[in-house]
């Protein structure tokens, strides 16, 4: 059953460094999504992207974040330079007709 | 903005009883997705509606559009449905505003 993955699992990173978060999405779904859930709280939605642009972007979303997708398979979520508080589950997702499917999750620390 | 709400919070059950977790929003939306969190955190989508009733094995779920209210029910419950349950309101984009979760605990 096709399904959406993420790399790294885990990832730790020292304040101020870029992180580069990849996703590979379900190769005939055409919208993707990421979303972040910080320890003990809900998940929340990051920005959305299809036809390769982002269609709609949340506040969190701020000018240290960014997406791509490089190559047509590979989906990216770049933080420029990370704080304390971006600390948290990052979960890509790809939606068809039917519903979204989640990938596993990055976790990211940053120290 | 969109909120969304879920009720209750906690929910222990006892193996074999009949669960419901309740979910309300409070604008239009495109679609209700409930979704499983497993304590390792991976997200599972469980249903996506956006009218009346869908059930999948043990599990059911509704909608009330005029009510912006939706239902989960879990009949039999077994220790393995324990995870946290999660309502999540898609807009006209698609993305998905989530509500907080309700803890399941099923004991044996």
């Known amino acids: 059953e096709p399904e959406v993955t993420q790399t790294p699992s885990h990832q730790v990173t020292q304040m101020g460094q870029e992180v580069i978060l990849r996703c590979v999405p379900i190769s005939n779904h055409l919208y993707f999504y990421w979303y972040r859930q910080i320890l003990g709280q809900k998940v929340e939605f990051l920005v959305s992207f299809y036809n390769n642009e982002i269609s709609e972007k949340s506040e969190i979303f701020d000018d240290q974040f960014s997406v791509e997708r490089p190559d047509g398979s590979n989906f990216t979520l770049k933080i420029r330079s990370t704080k304390l508080e971006d600390s948290a589950m990052y979960f890509c997702?790809?939606?068809?007709?039917?519903?979204?499917?989640f990938g596993p999750g990055t976790r990211l620390t940053v120290l | 903005k969109n909120e969304v709400e879920q009720s209750p919070q906690n929910l222990t059950a006892q193996e074999g009883e009949f669960i419901t977790i309740n979910c309300s929003y409070s604008?239009?939306?495109?679609?209700l997705h409930w979704l499983q969190q497993h304590p390792g955190g991976g997200i599972v989508s469980l249903f996506m509606?956006?009218?009346g009733k869908k059930k999948h094995g043990r599990l059911i779920a509704t909608i009330n559009i005029q009510e912006k209210h939706s239902s989960l029910h879990i009949t039999a419950s077994h220790p393995r449905d324990s995870a946290v349950y999660i309502c999540?309101?898609?807009?006209?984009?698609?993305?998905?505003?989530f509500g907080k979760g309700t803890k399941l605990s099923v004991k044996p």
């Open positions: 997702a790809s939606r068809e007709v039917w519903g979204q499917f």
């Open positions: 509606l956006s009218s």
């Open positions: 999540a309101a898609a807009t006209g984009q698609g993305n998905l505003i």
């Open positions: 604008v239009g939306i495109s679609a």
